[in-house]
């Protein structure tokens, strides 16, 4: 990977979120609250493992995400990364693409096989191919390097969010299944059938498409995508609106999603 890609200055550091003093080339991390002391965070007990094999940014991450009160592993190859998944039981994995041993994806198939777990992925190439076999390997969502350690907290944030969204929804079933057409969707179950046949949807994938079946035909900007879906309201992850969307569209059949260009995307229905 690029330098440039994977060492955080002092000055993305600090914008980052980050305050402290540089010992032995790492920042030590710094979190206080207003009157000096530390803060307790929403994410206590939420178990988090970050696969990254750059010791600059898999310490960074870690002391980010244990500041917002997460409990932090690491792993630095795929083989570790497996290996920990199975022994720790992770809530979420943050998930470099670019490992040694065998690579991100290949972690991501292999975790999944074991036990589905929302997984962040990270990748030092903004490239639309990358991510889209990124989310059709079980992940839910990607970042590209370099990135925001505010917005990779929030993220992880939102991934939790929507899994805890998804278990209290399968307790909570809404009577009946919507049917569009050749589309039926399930949400106590949070399954989706396309001509009678199960299609797989990661949780994102879902949500994104019960959010388009809620109000079919009308156009959603990415902006509504993002802050309803995401629970994140910065156009700059309108790309990650994209490449779901494609990745939608590769199971349930790229004509029932219309794109609006310069607007949005709209589930398309049978006329009446």
């Not at 809404?174 to 050749?182: D, K, Q, V, W």
């Not at 569209?249 to 049978?270: D, F, N, Q, S, W």
Request: hydrophobic fraction near 40%.
């Amino acid at each position: 990977m690029l330098a440039y890609q994977t060492r955080l200055s002092d000055d993305q550091a600090r914008a980052a979120g980050f305050t402290g003093r540089r010992r032995g080339g790492r920042m030590e991390q710094i979190h206080n609250g207003h009157n000096g002391t530390a803060t307790t965070t929403p994410g206590a007990q939420r178990r988090v493992l970050v696969v990254e094999d750059d010791p600059t940014i898999v310490d960074a991450i870690a002391a980010r995400l244990r500041a917002e009160g997460f409990q932090v592993q690491t792993a630095g190859d795929g083989p570790a990364a497996v290996d920990t998944a199975e022994a720790w039981q992770p809530d979420l994995l943050v998930l470099d693409v670019m490992l040694p041993g065998f690579d991100g994806l290949e972690v991501c198939r292999r975790v999944q096989a074991r036990r589905p777990v929302p997984v962040l992925m990270l990748t030092a190439r903004d490239d639309e191919t990358d991510m889209l076999v990124g989310l059709g390997v079980g992940a839910d969502d990607y970042m590209t390097k370099p990135f925001s350690m505010r917005e990779l907290a929030a993220r992880v944030h939102v991934l939790l969010r929507r899994v805890e969204r998804a278990a209290l929804a399968a307790h909570t079933p809404r009577s009946g299944i919507l049917r569009l057409g050749e589309l039926e969707i399930d949400h106590a179950q949070r399954r989706v059938r396309v001509r009678g046949s199960d299609v797989h949807l990661t949780p994102t994938e879902f949500d994104l498409l019960v959010c388009l079946a809620n109000t079919p035909r009308a156009v959603l900007s990415r902006e509504q995508l993002l802050a309803e879906v995401w629970d994140w309201a910065d156009a700059s992850g309108t790309r990650t609106v994209d490449s779901h969307i494609k990745a939608l569209r590769r199971k349930i059949g790229a004509e029932r999603i219309r794109t609006v260009h310069g607007v949005g995307y709209a589930l398309e229905t049978p006329a009446a």
